[in-house]
């Protein structure tokens, strides 16, 4: 059986299907574009004088930002160790950037007053440096996995550390300089990153990237630009300026969850976390599971026949007779219906043995139980009970039908010679006792204890008879 027919048992009408897709799309985009509602807002009706300058909660904002930074910097480059997926190393470069650009913004709060541009060009230079390096990464997306070594060499890294201070340094270099204060610097910082986020989501779009992860990482990068937009248009300490903050740190959470989701399920961004791959790997493992069992299933049959069958004749054993008994005993009860029981042994059977040898009592033990089971019905039980003693359970046999089923299994084997290989043929006698249950006891052991001791009066009458009372 196959497992994934059980996964899709009901199909919902198409219709149906086609609006929830569209709702989801619309929901997604909805939540991507929420933050522009709230820059709409402050834009149409903040009085632009209100402000809010505090330099202490703006110190450990940017101070909580960059813990978080790194934090995020540093599971994302363990998902990129693991699975070498170039988009991972392109996030955790831009985590890594936009961290040690960021910071010096939250350092220098204090200079606000004392050089401004200091001050507030790391926001829009770690944003940038961020955006355009989220920008190559997505377009890495599903490239082959980068080599192991590749993956820790510190070189590569220590460059790109290297790089970033640079970036810093420049940054502070354009703070002292005369041009610092020209509109064109901040502005096309910002609108840098609001751009290279924008062909980002772009990207993501016309690429028709739909991987959960991937959608996370849209969002994100949506909420990245709209940030920026909302920078544009603020003034430093201003309502829209704290809100360009506080949304730039919803896009960074959102994306810290999918990094997060990454390390805690494959360490991939690209390759399995996919609903689809999901699924799919779901119903591989239970189609495994279900070869699985079925094999258990196989092998528990398999042990249950050797653990209930004889395997010199290939008949049932004692246990399989007693546990078939019971069923017997119970359907008896039930419908009133007569239940009778031989009790066989071969006669002077040590004699055989010692004439023809073991393997020539096996022969005649084999030869005997093919007898037995074409004198008797499909529904009648015969088992090994011992070594050359056998039951025949007879349901819906009176003691009267029993013996004569008895009987004339006795005058059968009485009747013909067995051949062992060593001529002359054997000649083979049994003696048996008969039982019916209810009339000779209705207890399992009772019924069993007649015929056993009715065996063993034909066996003192001279064997070779049949004994029924
Ligand atoms: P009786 O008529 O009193 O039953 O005489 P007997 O010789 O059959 O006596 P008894 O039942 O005590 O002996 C059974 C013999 O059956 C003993 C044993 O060596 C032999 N035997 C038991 N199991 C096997 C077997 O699997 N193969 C062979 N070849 N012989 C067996
Ligand atoms: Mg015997
Ligand atoms: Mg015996």
């Given amino acids: 059986m196959h497992m994934s027919a059980n996964i899709a048992v009901y199909e919902p009408p198409a219709a149906l299907r086609i609006v929830t897709q569209a709702y989801a799309g619309f929901l997604l985009i909805a939540f991507a574009l929420l933050p522009a509602q709230a820059i709409a807002y402050l834009y149409f009706f903040q009085d632009p004088t209100l402000k809010f300058e505090d330099h202490l909660f703006h110190e450990i904002a940017i101070a909580v930002a960059t813990i978080e930074g790194l934090f995020v910097a540093y599971v ?40 401004i541009w200091l001050f507030l060009l790391y926001g829009p230079a770690s944003r940038l440096a ?45 703070a002292n300089s005369d041009f610092a204060g020209h509109p064109a610097v901040r502005s096309s910082m910002e609108g840098g990153a609001l751009v290279f986020s924008a062909l980002n989501v772009a990207a993501l779009l016309m690429r028709r990237i739909r991987s959960p992860l991937m959608m996370i990482f849209g969002i994100s990068v949506t909420w990245f630009a709209l940030s920026s937009l909302a920078f544009i248009l603020a003034r430093p300490w201003d309502h829209t300026w704290w809100l360009a903050h506080a949304i730039f740190a919803g896009g960074f959470f959102l994306l810290s969850y999918g990094v997060i989701q990454a390390f805690r399920t494959t ?22 599971t279900q070869t699985a069992l079925l094999e258990v299933q196989r092998t528990n049959q398999r042990l249950e026949h050797l653990a209930s069958t004889d395997p010199l004749t290939g008949i049932g054993n004692r246990r399989q007779f007693i546990a078939r008994t019971h ?22 059977f040590k004699t055989i043995n010692d004439k023809y040898g073991h393997p020539g009592g096996d022969t005649v033990l084999c030869g005997f139980v093919q007898k037995c089971v074409e004198a008797i019905r499909p529904y009648d039980v015969v088992a090994r009970v011992g070594g050359e003693e056998f ?31 060593i001529p002359p043929p054997i000649k083979v006698t049994i003696s048996i006792g008969v039982s019916e ?33």
């Fill in 130 to 174: 961020m955006s355009i390096l989220l920008l190559v990464g997505l377009l890495s997306y599903r490239r082959p996995p980068d080599d192991v070594d590749e993956r820790s060499n510190p070189r590569t890294w220590l460059m790109w550390i290297a790089l970033f201070l640079a970036v810093d340094l420049a940054v502070a270099w354009i």
């Fill in 267 to 288: 360490r991939s961004f690209s390759t399995i976390y996919s609903q689809g791959e999901l699924l799919a790997r779901l119903s591989e493992a239970m189609a495994d």
């Fill in 76 to 115: 994302t480059w363990r998902c990129y160790k693991s699975s070498g997926e170039p988009l991972l190393r392109w996030l955790t470069l831009g985590f890594l950037g936009f961290v040690l650009i960021y910071a010096l913004h939250g350092a220098f709060t204090g200079m606000a007053h004392h050089n």
């Fill in 437 to 469: 249950f209810g009339r000779d006891g209705d207890t399992l052991d009772a019924f069993l204890g007649v015929a056993d001791q009715r065996l063993y009066r034909a066996k003192h009458q001279g064997r070779n008879c049949v004994i029924a009372a």
């Fill in 391 to 421: 039951m025949v359970l007879l349901p819906g046999a009176t003691l009267e039908a029993a013996r004569v089923v008895g009987e004339r299994l006795r005058s059968a084997i009485a009747g013909d010679a067995f051949e062992v290989g």
């Fill in 327 to 348: 069923v017997e005993i119970a359907r008896a009860k039930r419908s009133g219906g007569p239940l009778s029981l031989l009790s066989l042994d071969l006669d002077h």
